[in-house]
């Protein structure tokens, strides 16, 4: 079902590129320059993170654990890994684009098709098990469905998907509201920021095994938000420097 969804996704994606394309006048087939190289890349890093981090090995050394990598296997993937393939693929798609107004709409175009994307692919996995949220017995909880479920050592749990699909659909909505008023452009910076945000506060909530774990008052942290933190700020940075040089 997993593949299903990502399929369904992948269409949301190429459909909402097709339209903001077409109405922004850029050429569709440009869009994608590169495409499979970074979907590989991103594939590739997602799947090394959740290996290194759960094994301690860095350096796989040899054939079965570079085929552990890379099998797709029960979706072992880690957040850490699609922080750094995303900021990799961010330059890549930035350097191959030179004028500084077809940056602007494209990169717009690229993170609007994903975010709509997202939004219906993360409704659509509420059911998932490879993270769960905070156990509940509340009337909003999901519980499993097959016997093999993680969500089984719990009587229910807060639907973690729900709770990121609605305020990335939010953030959505409130982006381009301000983008429309503002007449300004380069709104995917905002939205990476405020998705960063929705994640960081779930992360707090969610139950999940925690490496290079670090206590901070009633709460505690780990690498997943020491990376996206680090995103948020160069995000931030950037952002305030593109709009002091009206870029």
Known sequence: MMMVWTIIAFIIFLATARILTKRNHQDFLKLFY????????????????????????????????????????????????????????LSIFFSSIKRTENKKIRADIIF???A????????????WDSIIWKPTDSIFAVRALTDN??????????PIWLFISFWTLIIHILVSVFS???????????????????FNIT?????????????????????????????????????????????
């Open 180 to 198: 429309i008023i503002s007449k300004k452009n380069w709104l995917w910076m905002r939205w990476l920021i405020w998705i960063l945000i929705v």
């Open 34 to 89: 590169r495409l499979p190289l970074r979907i590989i890349l991103s594939y590739i890093l997602w799947r090394y993170s959740a290996f290194a981090l759960e094994t301690g090995v860095y350096f796989p050394n040899s054939l079965s654990q570079l085929l552990t990598i890379l099998s797709p296997q029960n979706y072992n993937f880690h957040f850490v890994g699609l922080l750094i393939a995303t900021r990799i693929c």
């Open 203 to 247: 992360f707090l909530f969610q139950s999940y095994p925690r490496y290079w774990l670090i206590s901070v008052f009633w709460t505690s942290f780990d690498i997943k938000q020491y990376c996206s933190l680090i995103v948020m700020i160069h995000a931030i940075i950037t952002a305030i420097s593109r709009e002091k040089k009206r870029f």
């Open 149 to 158: 479920s993680a969500l089984n050592k719990f009587d229910g749990v807060y």
């Open 112 to 114: 609007l098709s994903i």
């Open 116 to 127: 709509n994307a997202l939004i219906i692919f993360w409704i659509f996995i509420t059911l």
